[in-house]
């Protein structure tokens, strides 16, 4: 059986593939990406699939939770999306995992300033690492990234976990966890996508996780 969360995944990844198709490239990528419209609004939503990265993450026992508006999707949010964002524990021993799940879907790697940094271990031990694959690109965040008073090593382990077809196993965020990112990150778009999944109608669209404040 296949949990509802990727259905709606899939279903708003084909949406969003679809409305890009005729669209003509602007050559912004996720990081360009306006703080009303999103990222649904650059090259990111061309083509977009974060599937095969998820899988390729399965596959190599990384334990990447999905963040930002992946996640919300995945807990009933309408509004599409053209980038991944992950966030992992960031302890060394773990990114050598990590980099041969993103090599193995031919991912470039960028810094926070977007300068092109070699895909290995070494590399996803920064803060936050840029990415670009063919089906996904976005950002690969750990702890250690400034979250204001969010304690954010806590929302890894309250993590909710959705199972798909094969095995597959895709970690995501806890609704109430996402809702305080998206408050604290604060820009229209993350203000508003908390206020929809922090509504009456979100908790009609499925069951609420517990989870304890930070």
């Known amino acids: 059986m296949i949990d509802e969360p990727l259905e709606r995944l899939r279903a708003a990844a084909r949406r969003t593939r679809e409305l890009a198709l005729n669209r003509a490239g602007t050559g912004l990528g996720h990081q360009d990406a306006d703080d009303d419209v999103g990222t649904i609004g650059t090259d990111g939503a061309l083509g977009f699939d974060p599937f095969p990265l998820l899988e390729a993450l399965h596959r190599n026992g990384v334990r990447a939770v999905v963040i930002g508006q992946v996640a919300g999707i995945m807990h009933g949010s309408t509004e599409l999306t053209g980038d991944l964002d992950l966030l992992w524990d960031g302890v060394p021993a773990h990114a050598p995992a990590l980099a041969a799940a993103f090599t193995s879907v031919d991912a470039r790697l960028f810094d926070e300033e977007g300068n092109p940094v070699a895909t290995h271990a070494d590399s996803f031990l920064r803060p936050k ?86």
């Open 129 to 214: 690492v840029e990415f670009t694959s063919p089906g996904a690109a976005g950002d690969c965040c750990t702890p250690a990234l400034p979250w204001g008073d969010l304690r954010v090593r806590e929302c890894l382990d309250r993590a909710i976990t959705a199972a798909g077809p094969g095995g597959l196993e895709v970690h995501y965020v806890s609704r109430d966890d996402l809702i305080r990112m998206r408050r604290a990150i604060g820009r229209p778009k993350d203000l508003r996508r908390a206020d929809e999944l922090d509504s009456p109608a979100s908790d009609r669209r499925g069951p609420r996780p517990a989870s304890h404040a930070p």
